[in-house]
C-alpha cells in the first residue's frame, strides 16, 4: 500500500482529518481531534498507529516489522515498517483497529455526533 493508498483509506472513514501539526514532514490522521496514525510524507518507511496494549506485544513477537512506537508512548503505540514484508491486508487491519481504539475513546455525544453525521 502507497502512501496514497493509505491516505485513502483513511480518509474514508468516518471524521477523519488529516494535518501536518510537527512539521512538513509528518502526516497525521485524527478522529475527533484525537491521533490514530502518523507516518513521514517523504520517506514513507513507518507509520505508527495506536493498538491495544496486549494485542501491541503480541504484534511485536509475531512480526519482525513491527516495533514499539518510535517517539510514542510505547504500551499504546506500534510502528509498522513499510516494504518489510507487511501485507495491505495487515495495514488496512492495524489501522482500522488504531481508528476504532480512538473512536471509542471519544465521549459518548461526541461520538454520537460524528456517527450521526456519516449518515
Not at 500500500?1 to 485513502?8: F, V
Request: with cysteine.
Amino acid at each position: 500500500m502507497n502512501i496514497e493508498d493509505l491516505r485513502d483509506y483513511c480518509l474514508l472513514k468516518v471524521g477523519v482529518t488529516e494535518d501536518m501539526p510537527f512539521g512538513d514532514n509528518t502526516l497525521v490522521f485524527r478522529v475527533g481531534g484525537k491521533i490514530f496514525l502518523l507516518t513521514d510524507v517523504n520517506t514513507y518507511a513507518s507509520i505508527n498507529l495506536k493498538c491495544d496494549p496486549e494485542r501491541a506485544v503480541q504484534l511485536r513477537e509475531e512480526f519482525d516489522y513491527v516495533l514499539p512506537g518510535f517517539h510514542m508512548n510505547k504500551k499504546h503505540w506500534n510502528t509498522v515498517l513499510i516494504g518489510t514484508g507487511v501485507t495491505n491486508r495487515q495495514l488496512r487491519e492495524w489501522v482500522d483497529h488504531s481508528y476504532d481504539l480512538v473512536l471509542a475513546s471519544l465521549p459518548k455525544a461526541q461520538r454520537t455526533t460524528l456517527l450521526e453525521a456519516s449518515e
